[in-house]
């Protein structure tokens, strides 16, 4: 029985690994879409812009995990009804319970992970990528190309043609952040590295306007630290950036108390929609004509689950009174689908 259920355990995780790449790959390349613009405005790499967006990916996989693994069970066990080889376990003494205990092995392993990664995985990755996301707003990291380079405040760097390596051919700086002064420098070579800006070869023109005298300056080097210019502060961390205790202990803020009910009871959702999959697949009256539809059927019943969670974790943020909604509908499902699979267990 050991192997029998260690095949059944391996047959759905291998399943809901390929149902879970496959469908996440579809929701990243529908959520990187909306950042197409670090590509068109800000010119970076295309390697750079995949390592962007696939922070993203965590978060994605949270929600599509448990879905997945509904599904793939119920996959599992339809083929095994359809190949007649439930049939042949029962002739052998072996009751169709027994894949209970396979199936609730993947469960706790699909659990285990998502408090992992509501706990871990997703605040680091959010921080990763807000971090990535405010460098490529404020050209902190130049682009890849020539042209614009940043332009703030007042304080502007084009350049020419760009060589590699952080460096820029044909420089031109304009800094108009004095209203009485406007300073332009002109370089043949110069390098942005962690954020400090170095001209090679160059000159200076200053146009005064006040004594409305202006003057030229040649030097062999220049630096200017970017920081003091751009004057970019990333903003206080987002509710999905912080870790979960964090989020325990600042109970102020609705978005983040909503957010920390909803990382506590959403990895559960994975065990919920084991149970549908047992009880729909595996334990219902089988008939091969109908089998279709009652895949159909799990799929819409577990889509509408999971979109009533969400909807009401999201309406947390607004009314904290939604927060007890969502723990009701959690627990009553596992207390009622636990009492229905205990009950065919007796019978």
Known sequence: MNKLSDAIFLRILRTTIYSAISLTFCAWIAQ?????WALNENGIGFSKFLKFTSYLSVDIIAVILPIALGISA????????????????????????KMLIPLTRMAAL???????????????????????????????????????IFSNDGFSVYAKKYVGNFFFGDLYVIDSRNPEKTYSYFAKIGTIRNNALSLIEGERIEIDFTSKKNSIMRFKSYNCDLKEILKAERKAAQPNEKFINELYKDKSDPAERALFHQKITSPLLAGIFCAFSYLLILLAPYSRKRS?????????LIMCFQGSYLWIANAAVRNPDFIKLNYILIFASIIILAALIARDRKS
């Open 110 to 148: 699909a659990i285990a992970y998502l408090y992992a990664s509501n706990a871990f995985l997703s605040p680091y990755a959010w921080r990763e990528f807000r971090s990535f996301e405010f460098k490529i707003r404020n050209n902190v990291d130049p682009p890849e190309k020539a042209g614009a």
């Open 292 to 300: 279709n539809w009652r895949m159909i059927f799990l799929s819409a």
């Open 74 to 97: 119920a996959f599992v066990f339809q083929r095994f009804n359809e190949s007649n080889q439930l049939t042949a376990l029962q002739s052998a003494g072996v009751s169709p319970r």
């Open 32 to 36: 990187s879409s909306r950042y197409l």
